[in-house]
């Protein structure tokens, strides 16, 4: 079985911790890193601060194999992600050519529509690899185990899709999922005795209450079917 | 005029990383804090880890005023936050009688229905103070600048609505909205002048696309109800 590489998620953006927007990427991100072997281990959203963008990155890369960043990549005041990661890395943002030629195909006039603004989305830091954004063109990159990508989620998504075949996974966790129709606290103490003599499997417990009937929605995970196809019997005991 | 304390948010849980669930916790507190002078500066997600927890709880609560935790305070083994919160403090955890009686009076026989696993949720650190629930009646709890609350979203938001009018918050910020029907890269230069003039505004702008048209939003935020509206001004004319 080959291991999971571990990642963290590092959300951008004083909008997601005023409340104004609800940040879903990492949700989106987290399932793909799942589905993918990768054991995301952490996400942390900051607002947009240079110097505590720069340090968080430092620290993360330090920490997990793969960072991946949601926002602060586009053309106004407010968007200064690509200069913090260059701060980082501690090597210089400059204009990327590829990156120029990338934008000016998404207007109609080509590079004559490409002003001081939008330039800035073309500052990428020396080193890094762009990567593609199908939407609007303006591309994110990458820069040795950091990806670094757009805030609004239909240009997330589609760099998040183009990122995850370049990496190594490792052997995703097959998980099962039992529905018991009884309160967690019915059930615990026999989930617990269960959990127990399982410590390889993780087991987690999750009540709901779905038209009125509520209940205990188990999920263990773990990358041999056999074993879990035993634990699951034994979780529908539970019922 | 007040000064705004600062906050942090920590939301726990396996079920968030491996994106089985979205937090839509955090962002209901965000706005909370928001509306009440509250400055929130950071969330983290991280999984279901005794030692994790601790640690974070403890470099979190010395960097910020308020500290808030949601998830992992319920009657099965993977609940493990109270445990986590009372070895941070280095405080015993103790069944709490003030817990007991509330929890029982949610169940038909009272304390004889409060099994084992049910008595997990009455484990409260040493020198705590309740956080009522209104909806399953297992208390959350504060110790200190940390509030520990339920992970469950209806819980959740009742154990917040309890714990906001008890904290200190300082004077909220106004904000102001204009909606532009251009693309950021159209305006940015010009906005960006503008928030060179206007640096003790915090200047936000996100770009949308609705039904098709796109454009920019741009969100203002400040104590002074006249600076704001002498820059919705200014603002309306990238129009």
Redesign the interface.
């Known amino acids: 079985m080959k291991p999971q590489p571990t990642a963290a998620i590092l959300?951008i953006g004083?909008?997601?911790?005023?409340?104004?927007?609800?940040?879903?990427n990492?949700?989106?991100?987290?399932?793909?890193?799942?589905n993918n072997g990768i054991n995301?281990?952490?996400?942390?959203?900051?607002?947009?601060e240079a110097k505590k963008i720069s340090e968080t990155v430092n620290f993360l890369r330090g920490q997990y194999d793969y960072i991946f960043t949601s926002g602060g990549i586009?053309?106004?005041?407010?968007d200064i992600t690509a200069e913090a990661i260059a701060t980082a890395f501690n090597v210089p943002l400059e204009i990327n050519s590829a990156a120029v030629d990338l934008l000016a195909s998404h207007y109609p006039n080509g590079k004559a529509d490409i002003?001081?603004?939008?330039l800035?989305?073309c500052r990428i830091p020396e080193g890094a690899t762009l990567i593609q954004n199908p939407i609007s063109k303006a591309p994110g990159f990458s820069i040795e185990n950091v990806f670094v990508m757009a805030g609004?989620p239909?240009i997330f998504r589609a760099m998040t899709d183009s990122t995850i075949p370049q990496l190594v996974g490792g052997d995703p966790l097959l998980s099962i999922s039992v529905r018991i129709e009884k309160g967690?606290?019915?059930?615990?103490?026999k989930?617990?005795e269960i959990?127990?003599k399982h410590k390889e499997v993780?087991?987690?417990?999750?009540?709901f209450?779905q038209n009125g009937r509520y209940g205990t929605m188990i999920?263990a995970?773990h990358k041999d079917k056999d074993v879990l196809n035993k634990l699951e019997r034994k979780l529908q005991n539970l019922m």
Request: hydrophobic content about 30%; glycine content about 8%; proline content about 3%.
């Open positions: 959300v004083d909008e997601i911790l005023s409340g104004r927007t609800l940040d879903s990492s949700n989106y991100l987290a399932n793909e890193l799942t995301l281990s952490e996400v942390r959203v900051i607002g947009d586009g053309p106004t005041h407010d002003n001081s603004a939008r800035r989305m609004v239909s967690e606290g019915d059930i615990a103490t989930l617990s959990a127990k993780s087991i987690g417990s999750y009540p209450s999920v995970r």
